[in-house]
């Protein structure tokens, strides 16, 4: 049926370690192996595929859960290429958010980084720590105290800085 290969094998090939295989057969994202009698696993070249394609799901930002979804739907000769749109359109709209949640964290941040002037100042009225402590005259506490709906990512030039260079 083809050559069968370790578990060291496969795992090299694939680019994983040995404990990812094992742990993905746990998941259910691949199969578990045939067994030598000595109980070592053997596995066919299939294995290398599913496991780089897990990994490039992976680099795409989907979850373990949201790719065993994928998997399945592969799998099922009913499944079609608008199904795996779907749940990758999906996928951008939760990144999106989480984009908008980052952009918002990193725009309160910016604004506690403006606000303090640093330098040798004793601790006490720092406006970082202030906001940390939930002050109501830090420059962030107002944001912070609302239940803001998310925005769409924009980008900003903020803090002297932008995409961690100095402008």
Same mark, same amino acid.
């Given at each position: 049926?083809?050559?069968?290969?370790?578990?060291?094998?496969?795992?090299?090939?694939?680019?994983?370690?040995?404990?990812? =295989?094992?742990?993905?057969?746990?998941?259910? =994202? =691949? %199969? %578990?192996?045939?067994?030598?009698?000595?109980?070592?696993?053997?596995?066919?070249?299939?294995?290398?595929?599913?496991?780089?394609?897990?990994?490039?799901?992976?680099?795409?930002?989907?979850?373990?859960?949201?790719?065993?979804?994928?998997? =399945?739907?592969?799998?099922? /000769?009913?499944?079609?290429?608008?199904?795996?749109?779907?749940?990758?359109?999906?996928?951008?709209?939760?990144?999106?958010?989480?984009?908008?949640?980052?952009?918002?964290?990193?725009? %309160?941040? *910016? $604004?506690?980084?403006?606000? *303090?002037?640093?330098?040798? $100042?004793?601790?006490?009225?720092? &406006?970082?720590?202030? $906001?940390? %402590?939930?002050?109501?005259?830090? &420059? *962030?506490?107002?944001?912070?105290?609302?239940?803001? &709906? /998310?925005?769409?990512?924009?980008?900003?030039?903020?803090? #002297?800085?932008?995409? #961690?260079?100095?402008?």
């Amino acid at each position: 049926m083809g050559e069968w290969m370790t578990i060291g094998q496969v795992a090299r090939e694939a680019g994983v370690g040995v404990q990812t =295989l094992r742990y993905y057969e746990r998941e259910g =994202l =691949l %199969e %578990e192996p045939a067994r030598r009698d000595s109980g070592y696993r053997m596995y066919q070249r299939p294995a290398i595929q599913r496991v780089r394609w897990i990994r490039r799901a992976k680099m795409l930002g989907f979850s373990l859960n949201e790719i065993r979804d994928l998997l =399945l739907l592969r799998e099922n /000769p009913q499944s079609t290429r608008g199904d795996i749109r779907a749940r990758t359109k999906e996928k951008i709209d939760d990144l999106n958010q989480k984009i908008a949640e980052m952009t918002q964290i990193r725009d %309160e941040l *910016c $604004a506690l980084v403006q606000a *303090c002037d640093g330098g040798d $100042a004793p601790l006490d009225g720092c &406006p970082i720590l202030g $906001a940390l %402590e939930g002050e109501d005259n830090s &420059p *962030c506490a107002s944001k912070s105290a609302q239940s803001r &709906p /998310p925005q769409t990512p924009h980008r900003t030039k903020r803090c #002297g800085h932008y995409n #961690g260079e100095k402008t």
